[in-house]
C-alpha cells in the first residue's frame, strides 16, 4: 500500500485524500471541522498597532482547544524582522507556556535564533515536540536542533541547488524530518520529489518514513485516509 504525503505546514486547504496537511490559520478564522490545523501568534504580528498581547493570547487558547488543531504555530522567532526582539521573547515565552499546558506540538518561526530557541527549551524544559519550519541551515545547525528535539521541516527550498540545505539534509536523522510547502504555490509531491533525490531514496520509502513521523509525534493512532 502507498503512504500519503504529510504536509506539515501549509497556508492553505488543498482537499486531497492522499494528502494530510497542517494548515495554518489566521486566529480569527474559525476551526474547520475536517482537516487538521494549527494557530499561533507570529513574531511579525507584534508589528501590527493593534496588536493586543492578552486578546490574542486568549483567542488563541479558545482555538487550541479543538481536536483538529494538531499545534501551536507558527510561533518563533525572527532577528531579521523590526519587531522588538525583547517582546519576541516575551511572546514565543507565553506560547511555549501554553503550548506545555494544553499538550500541543508547536511549529516555530525561525529567522537566525537557533541559539535563543534552543536556550528556552531548556529553560522551560519543554516535553512537547517542536517542529522548526523552513529550515535551511547546514549540517551543525541540523545536528545542534535535531540534538535538542527538536525535528526539522523542509520546504521549497530544496528546488534550488544553491540553498544550504540541499547539502546537509542528508544529515538530518530521518525521524526528526518533515516536508512542507508553506506559501509556496507548488504541489508537496514536489518536495517529496526533490528531497527523494537529494537523500537517494525511493519516494514511497520517504512517504512511509515521514508519514510514520507524523504518526508518532501525534500519537492519537490517527490513520491514513483510505485509498
Ligand atoms: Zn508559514
Redesign the pocket.
Known amino acids: 500500500m502507498e503512504s500519503s504525503y504529510t504536509n506539515i505546514?501549509?497556508?492553505s486547504i488543498v482537499p486531497d485524500n492522499q494528502i494530510i496537511s497542517i494548515v495554518?490559520l489566521d486566529l480569527e478564522t474559525p476551526c474547520p471541522e475536517q482537516g487538521y490545523y494549527s494557530y499561533g501568534i507570529h513574531p511579525w504580528d507584534l508589528d501590527n498597532v493593534v496588536f493586543q498581547i492578552d486578546e490574542a493570547m486568549r483567542l488563541l487558547e479558545e482555538r487550541l482547544q479543538s481536536p483538529n488543531v494538531l499545534a501551536l504555530g507558527?510561533a518563533g522567532l525572527d532577528k531579521m524582522h523590526k519587531a522588538c526582539f525583547e517582546r519576541q521573547i516575551e511572546l514565543f515565552e507565553r506560547q511555549i507556556e501554553l503550548s506545555e499546558a494544553l499538550k500541543k506540538p508547536m511549529?516555530l518561526?525561525d529567522v537566525r535564533s537557533h541559539n535563543e530557541i534552543i536556550a528556552l527549551r531548556k529553560k522551560h524544559k519543554a516535553k512537547q515536540p517542536w517542529i522548526l519550519?523552513?529550515f535551511n541551515g547546514t549540517e551543525k545547525d541540523a545536528q545542534q536542533l535535531v540534538g535538542q528535539g527538536i525535528c526539522l521541516s523542509v520546504g521549497e527550498s530544496l528546488m534550488h541547488p544553491e540553498r544550504k540545505i540541499c547539502k546537509s539534509l542528508k544529515f538530518i536523522d530521518l525521524s526528526h524530518l518533515f516536508l512542507?510547502t508553506?506559501?509556496a504555490e507548488i504541489g508537496i509531491e514536489k518536495v517529496y520529489e526533490a528531497a527523494a533525490n537529494l537523500l537517494e531514496m525511493d519516494i514511497n520509502v520517504l512517504k512511509t518514513r515521514i508519514f510514520a513521523n507524523f504518526a508518532a509525534l501525534w500519537n492519537t493512532g490517527k490513520t491514513e485516509p483510505a485509498s
Open positions: 505546514h501549509t497556508h495554518n507558527e511549529i518561526h519550519h523552513g512542507e508553506d506559501m
